[in-house]
């Protein structure tokens, strides 16, 4: 997603804000910006991991529609229907943990449909090295 610059300048303010708080003092100022920042860092990994499906999928076809839906659907009814994620982790200040919280269901259905293909994958690559290797044996048992 390439938010690591967008999260940096929001720890910088948000540290800034807590060393206000706390008047300079680091000491207890980076735990509490540790306990602040951390439910945010969890949620920008899983965002940028988990976003958008492998291609190939049906959910892969589905995410661009989705956009494009979620973009004129918020347009019409923008308290009913939120920014498209994409556009939400991108152009807003929303914490990264809300904008999961918001779209956990979607993260969740990418996962599964990642998981399975890559498991296809690896049985594929599996069994195309299995026969390869059964013809090599083959051939060299016949020479």
């Keep these: 997603m390439g938010q690591g610059c967008n ?3 929001e720890d910088v303010v948000i540290f ?3 060393l206000d708080e706390y008047l300079d003092n680091w000491a207890e100022a980076l735990p509490q910006f540790t306990l602040r920042r951390k439910p945010d860092a969890h949620a920008l990994v899983e965002l940028s991991d ?3 499906p492998m291609s ?4 892969f076809y589905e995410f661009f529609i989705r956009i494009r839906f979620g973009q004129i659907l918020h347009q019409l009814f923008p308290k009913r229907f939120p920014k498209p994620l994409f556009q939400l982790a991108s152009e807003t ?3 990264y943990s809300e904008i999961l919280n918001t779209y ?3 993260i969740t259905r990418v996962k599964r449909s990642n998981k399975r293909q890559m498991v296809k994958s690896f049985r594929l690559e599996w069994n195309f090295s299995v026969a390869s290797h059964t013809m090599l044996y083959c051939f060299c048992k016949n020479i």
């Design 104 to 106: 956990q269901n979607w």
């Design 50 to 52: 988990n976003a958008s």
């Design 16 to 18: 800034n804000t807590l």
């Design 7 to 9: 999260a940096a300048f």
């Design 93 to 95: 200040t929303i914490p």
């Design 56 to 59: 190939g999928t049906l959910l």
